[in-house]
């Protein structure tokens, strides 16, 4: 008999009770009916066996078309919203994809051109015609590259699932700030689901206070999200709406401040800080409500997860990482004895660890990760800039913001020309860039160090 | 410049740069209102520590998460005694 954690989620779901909902600001889908039904159609015949682009506009079609594809398709590549479109063409070749799975709504539709496309609605339509299941699905998720294209990160609902106990969650009802199709709200979406509880979905153009209030009159009893979410949901008079059992964040460094703040504004909520990347998936969870993690934690991980700090960056071995990138060239995502190296630099400081920032200058503002070069190249462009230097600031807001180091062709000095060159620069990134990876402030240096690789001199932190 | 009037003006700076509209600054206006995003935020905060030489939030031992425009002001006045 085949092992739970390799059943596909649909079978894995099937104690599921009608009363168990997937919800957004438009609609509530029960689980349980999905079981019995199919979202897509009765399409998923033709998706069996393809590499198949989750291109869906909402979260909760996202959500029901993974529900119905695990083990039915070769591969489920999940397209965050954000998605720029000139990554499209390189992410249908590097995962082989054949078929897309779009909504009502969805901005893809005119883009892509191929063999199968199926519509995915959250009106449920009765009826099991799902194909036998195959083998293991692969699921591909995206996470940001160094020069802008996004990395494509292999799991499978087994390594993905791997974190998640097997215990049910009495009359839970979860909830997120994150988007599902990224690897922190996807593990929250399979948490909800395979925990037996309710899931309310955000959903894009929504205000924060609506959704906190939605979150309320729902009965959210687990909520998730970012430091970056918690920070902008403490700021809304709607905090009040909530008062969640559990408070979880992960994908940012969760500093002693919004630790603090939390449990000044819900005293009796458990309050837990997990770390988790993309390709490392989640490693360990920290609930004394202190920033960093203690020293015996690298010790006394969970079964089966092994850690180590070699060079002053974290390493994570266990069945919960991602097995590999695809593409034409791709790095290796493991070393030779299955270590994936985080690129989260800690120190000690007395019995803990605390998290120092990213290896080779990455910054993660609001939970995006954003790299200094790419920035640097828009920079480079303007005819004056002889060469720059991003880097990030602390920002009790978002973690960080980037900046700038700026050094010009001709020495700084008149006063008016600095100030048009200044403007310009920003002006360029503007058209260039996300609003997330446009410098914050500019100041002109005379020099920048290079290091003895060539390479401009970046301090973690 | 008084305080309020920088941060007037910063708020005013970093909307128009990040294609905002700005609501009338109120001192009762709910920050999350206001037309600014954390991203817009996070600049503002950035751009106050170089104008006024402060960042309260970070300097603070006790954790402020502010919820209007007022209590935004105070926390730069209080700040920056």
């Given amino acids: 008999m085949a092992r739970a954690e390799t059943l596909p989620l649909r079978q894995r779901l ?17 689980v349980a009916q999905l079981l019995h039904g199919t979202s897509l159609d009765g399409r998923a015949a033709d998706l069996a066996g393809r590499s198949v682009l989750i291109a869906a506009s909402r979260q909760l079609t996202a959500a029901l078309a993974l529900i119905e594809l695990d083990g039915v398709a070769r591969r489920v590549t999940i397209l965050p ?37 199926a519509l995915c609605t959250p009106g449920i339509r009765a009826g099991r015609n799902a194909a036998a299941a195959a083998a ?54 399979l948490r909800a689901v395979l925990g037996g509880a309710s899931l309310i979905l955000s959903s894009g153009a929504e205000p924060v206070a609506a959704h906190l209030q939605r979150l309320g009159r729902d009965g959210v009893t687990h909520l998730s999200g970012t430091p970056s979410h918690w920070r902008r949901a403490l700021m809304s008079p709607a905090i009040a709406a909530v008062s969640p059992r559990y408070v979880r964040l992960s994908g940012e460094i969760a500093d002693q401040a919004i630790l603090d703040g939390l449990r000044a504004t819900f005293p009796d909520a458990a309050i837990g800080h997990a770390y988790a990347s993309t390709e490392a998936g989640v490693a360990f969870e920290v609930n004394d409500g202190r920033a960093g993690f203690p020293l015996t934690t690298l010790d006394h991980a969970a079964a089966g997860v092994e850690m180590k700090i070699v060079d002053g960056s974290l390493r994570i071995r266990s069945p919960r990482t991602a097995s590999h990138y695809l593409g034409a060239a791709p790095a290796p995502l493991r070393d030779g004895a299955g270590f994936v190296d985080t690129g989260d630099m800690v120190e000690q400081r007395g019995d803990r660890y605390i ?85 914050a402030a500019i100041s002109f240096v005379p020099t920048l160090d290079v290091a003895s690789t060539g390479k401009l001199a970046r301090r973690h932190g | 410049m008084t305080i309020k009037l920088t941060i007037m003006d910063q708020m005013a700076q970093v909307a128009r740069e990040h294609g905002k509209t700005l609501a009338p600054l109120r001192d009762d206006l709910v920050l999350l209102d206001s037309g600014l995003d954390s991203l817009g935020f996070a600049v503002l905060v950035a751009r106050l520590e170089d104008t006024l030489g402060i960042d309260p939030f970070t300097s603070a031992d006790d954790a402020i998460f502010p919820i209007t425009f007022g209590d935004f002001v105070k926390v730069y006045e209080n700040g920056a005694r």
């Fill in chain 1, 136 to 189: 293991q699905t692969e699921w591909i998720l995206l996470t940001s590259g160094t020069v802008g294209a996004p990395k494509l990160v292999v799991h499978t609902l087994a390594s993905l699932t791997a974190p998640i106990g097997g215990g049910k969650l009495n009359h839970a009802v979860w909830g997120t700030f994150y988007d599902i199709r990224r690897y922190g709200g996807l593990q929250i979406f």
């Fill in chain 1, 14 to 30: 099937a104690g599921a009770l009608p009363e168990h909902v997937l919800s957004d600001d438009e609609t509530r889908v029960s």
């Fill in chain 1, 81 to 117: 919203p954000d998605t720029s479109r000139d990554h499209l063409a390189s992410i249908v070749a590097d995962a082989e994809i054949d078929a897309v799975v779009i909504d009502n709504g969805s901005r893809w539709d005119s883009a892509l051109d191929l063999p199968v496309r």
């Fill in chain 1, 355 to 439: 998290f120092a920032g990213r290896r080779g200058g990455i910054i993660n503002v609001g939970g995006q990760k954003v790299h200094p070069e790419e920035i640097e190249a828009v920079i480079n462009r303007h005819p004056q800039v002889r060469m720059s230097l991003v880097r990030p600031r602390p920002s009790p807001v978002t973690g960080a913001i980037v900046i700038a180091d700026v050094v010009l062709r001709t020495a700084p000095g008149h006063t008016v020309a600095d100030s048009k060159i200044k403007d310009d620069i920003l002006e360029l990134c503007r058209r260039t860039l996300p609003r997330h990876k446009v410098p």
